[in-house]
């Protein structure tokens, strides 16, 4: 069976993103995370792209979350 990664444009809920080092936490709504980074584009694999305003942490090193629902 093929497993589908979900896009921007499938997700529910807004976009959770949390900081693992210093617990910074925002919420970006569906449509704010679709004109940001593409409707196209998985929420797993944006990650990389972040980095924490408070800390500076980055999202490559493995310390930005991001979660949605389906």
């Known amino acids: 069976m093929a497993i589908i990664w979900p ?3 499938r997700i529910k809920s807004p976009l959770t993103i949390t900081c ?3 617990g ?3 919420v ?3 449509e704010k995370a679709v ?3 593409g409707g ?3 929420p797993h694999t944006i990650r990389r792209k972040f980095r924490c305003s408070l800390c500076g942490a980055r999202g490559r ?3 930005i979350d991001i979660d949605a629902r389906m």
């Open 7 to 9: 896009t921007l444009q």
């Open 20 to 22: 693992r080092r210093c």
């Open 35 to 37: 004109v940001n980074l």
């Open 24 to 26: 910074n936490h925002q």
């Open 40 to 42: 196209h584009t998985q």
């Open 28 to 30: 970006w709504s569906r």
């Open 61 to 63: 090193e493995g310390l």
